[in-house]
């Protein structure tokens, strides 16, 4: 098997560095030092040359998003940086992993990623449910302010309240605000006004976690790791039908080999390669590689490296169903299309998994998908149009089976068969579907 370079997760050893010392004897905080013995424009300066895009799911470049904060003496107010810990895109569980096992490194790149924009604030915007990741940041941070390593800069962990669309940069900086999560319009964009109407540069938790190695080791050397276009390493989280599911950091490939293939002798039907908000790959696309050129080239994204793995058991509609409730009940409401829409293409999926669906209703499927892109305020609603169209193109004659047989033709033996959104369990339970 192909070497594996371990970046983010470098030094672990598979396990946990939480201890400061032990931290400190392998190398930690020298990239902090060398940071703030360079000037600000320098730190972005290399971390253009490193090529490093964001790992959230759009893939911005790291650098240059910082190279649009505005320097201090052109813009005067206080700057901020806001790291994103919200993960909530299904599929994906690599950040609670990285703040689990390398809180140094990811507290290390919060600091030198300030020093960089020339702020003196982070907010660390982390899941609510992330209980454990929360209080080893929490202790490690306190221990980093006892050695006297913050260097004047405040960092608060910030706990969200359970809201997918506080993964989005807006939502969440409006939610920061404590105010309702729901997205802005932009422009202005937050490297301009941003938290509290301020510059603000929004990232990652697996972007930031990198920026440690970047300067440790050099933008340039950093660069020659991966592809053009597709600089260093991704941590892959992969799960669904597969044997080792996992976090697994890689180059752009192995990802099959790694997860040890498909379990209990079944066929690989299909895979969705960056979370749920990713259009759907056949079996015959496995030896795409994993970056962001040749996903996109295959007809999809490699988002936030959330890879989904599905075997011949799985039922097409129902995964649209199922997919397509996630999208409906995190819908913020804010804009019709996607507040009305996600909602139709839930109803109408049922009806065909449901067995009572004509051919004019695969019809307004498609129609209202395609009311749904494009004409949302964020991606939200169209990361459903996206999925369920991917499903329907790609397993037409799945969905044209329904119709012509009237029912399932799993006949009950799907595996995702009964594996409901938690709001749909409300429902079924007679709970409000909000709560
Ligand atoms: C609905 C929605 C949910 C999102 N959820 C997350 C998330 O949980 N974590 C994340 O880092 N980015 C998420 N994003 C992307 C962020 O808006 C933003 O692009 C990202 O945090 C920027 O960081 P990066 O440049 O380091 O990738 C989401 C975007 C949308 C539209
Ligand atoms: S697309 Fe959906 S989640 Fe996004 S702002 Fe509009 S209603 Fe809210």
């Not at 790149?109 to 915007?125: D, K, M, P, R, T």
């Not at 993964?167 to 006004?193: D, M, V, W, Y």
Request: hydrophobic share 40%.
């Amino acid at each position: 098997m192909p070497e594996r370079p371990e970046i983010v997760f470098a030094g672990t050893g598979g396990g946990a560095v939480t201890d400061i010392d032990d931290y400190v004897a392998a190398g930690g905080f020298n990239a902090l030092r060398k940071a703030r013995a360079m000037a600000p424009d320098d730190v972005i300066a290399e971390l253009e040359a490193s090529g490093l895009r964001g790992r959230g799911g759009a893939g911005f470049p790291t650098g240059r998003k910082w190279a649009f904060v505005p320097k201090p003496d052109q813009l005067p107010k206080p700057h901020y940086l806001v790291v994103n810990a919200d993960e909530s895109e299904p599929g994906t569980f690599k950040d609670r992993e990285i703040m689990l096992r390398v809180p140094f490194r990811f507290l290390e790149g919060c600091l030198i990623a300030a020093y960089g924009i020339e702020s003196q604030h982070v907010f660390v915007y982390i899941r609510g449910e992330y209980e454990q990741e929360f209080e080893v940041l929490r202790d490690s941070l306190e221990a980093m302010r006892k050695a006297d390593l913050l260097g004047g800069i405040t960092v608060v962990l910030h706990r969200g309240a359970g809201a997918y669309i506080c993964g989005e940069e807006t939502a969440l900086l409006e939610s920061l605000e404590g105010k309702r999560g729901q997205p802005r319009t932009k422009p202005p964009f937050p490297a301009i006004a941003g938290l509290y109407a301020a510059p603000t540069a929004v990232n990652n938790v697996e972007s930031i976690t990198t920026v440690t190695p970047v300067i440790e080791m050099g933008g340039a050397e950093y660069a020659k790791l991966g592809v053009e276009n597709s600089a260093g390493t991704r941590v892959f989280s992969l799960s669904g039908n597969v044997v080792n599911p996992g976090n697994y950091e890689l180059p752009r490939e192995l990802v099959y080999d790694v997860g040890g293939g498909i379990p209990n002798g079944r066929e690989l039907k299909a895979v969705i390669p960056g979370g749920s908000s990713t259009s759907v790959l056949t079996a015959n696309a496995i030896d795409t590689k994993m970056d962001f050129t040749s996903l996109v080239e295959a007809g999809s994204s490699i988002g936030s490296a959330g890879v989904i793995v599905i075997d011949d058991r799985c039922c097409m509609v129902q995964l649209g169903i199922r997919v397509s409730q996630f999208y409906e009940h995190e819908s913020c409401g804010k804009c019709t299309p996607c507040r009305v829409g996600t909602k139709w293409v839930t109803q109408i999926l049922q009806k065909i998994e449901d067995g009572r669906a004509s051919q004019t209703d695969l019809d307004l499927l498609l129609s209202v998908c395609d009311r749904i892109m494009g004409k949302c305020l964020c991606p939200l609603g169209d990361s459903d149009a996206i999925a369920v169209l991917s499903y329907v193109d790609k397993f037409r004659d799945e969905y044209q089976a329904h119709i012509d047989l009237g029912r399932c033709p799993f006949d009950g033996d799907s595996s995702i068969e009964g594996i409901l959104a938690p709001s749909a369990i409300h429902e079924q339970h007679g709970e409000a579907a909000h709560v």
